[in-house]
């Protein structure tokens, strides 16, 4: 099955600086990479997601970028802020069969410091 | 819309003892899936559906049962809880096949099992 990987698993930041995500997959059938992020206590929520046919996706401060051919994508976090701090979980589904099982990497934890 | 509910939030059950954790949505999504999150660990995929009827295995089946009567009913069922399942465990769910994967997930159930 699908095994995906992710670093650093904690992050420190000072408010304004940029934070970067990284992650590997090992299933070449993988097709579909969203980037969830939860706080202390609650869901994870969606913030930007990639399909495998484009290499970069930006949404205001956050951006996500896909090399396919080496299986690793990352998210990018520019001009953070306090509220960005929580934990942040890449996935990677194979998909197909109407299925969209995620598999998730070990989840980074982002502080950013005022 | 109620999106994914669950019940119910908090549960402590015995060794040995069996439970249901409900999951429900009103989005008409046929995709619905069970994920436990163990401390440093992403979401692991517990069973999953494409739609009322069919139900399979994800990463972690051992020890729990679905089913799915229904498009918008898929209950997990705890055969005989042992502490190795002490977790919190999310409901997500999605209509693949639109221009968007997301997977919506619930508020969570915090079990324990002592």
């Known amino acids: 099955g699908e095994n995906v990987e992710q670093h650093p698993s904690t992050l420190s930041v000072q408010e304004g600086d940029s934070a970067v995500i990284k992650c590997t997959y090992s299933d070449s059938a993988s097709n579909y990479f969203p980037w969830y992020k939860q706080e202390l206590g609650k869901r994870p929520q969606l913030i930007i997601d990639?399909?495998?046919?484009?290499g970069e996706k930006k949404d205001q401060r956050i951006a996500v970028t896909l090399n396919k051919t080496a299986k690793h994508f990352s998210l990018h976090i520019t001009e953070t802020q306090p509220e960005d701090s929580a934990v942040y979980f890449c996935a990677a589904s194979p998909g197909g069969g109407g299925a969209n099982n995620l598999f998730f990497g070990t989840g980074t934890r982002l502080t950013v410091i005022p | 819309n109620a999106g994914v509910t669950q019940t119910p939030k908090f549960q402590v059950l015995k060794t040995g003892q069996s439970m249901t954790l409900q999951c429900a949505q009103d989005?008409?999504?046929?995709?619905m899936s069970w994920y436990r999150q163990d401390p440093g660990m992403g979401l692991r995929l517990i069973h999953y559906s494409v739609g009322a009827g069919i139900t399979d295995q994800g990463e972690v089946p051992n020890g729990y049962n679905v089913s799915r009567s229904t498009t918008e009913d898929f209950p997990l069922r705890l055969l005989s809880a042992a502490p190795s399942q002490t977790s919190v465990y999310f409901c997500?769910?999605?209509?693949?096949?639109?221009?968007?994967?997301?997977?919506?997930f619930g508020p969570g159930t915090r079990l324990t099992v002592t």
């Open positions: 997500a769910s999605s209509y693949p096949g639109q221009a968007t994967y997301e997977q919506y």
């Open positions: 989005m008409n999504h046929e995709y």
């Open positions: 990639i399909r495998s046919n484009v």
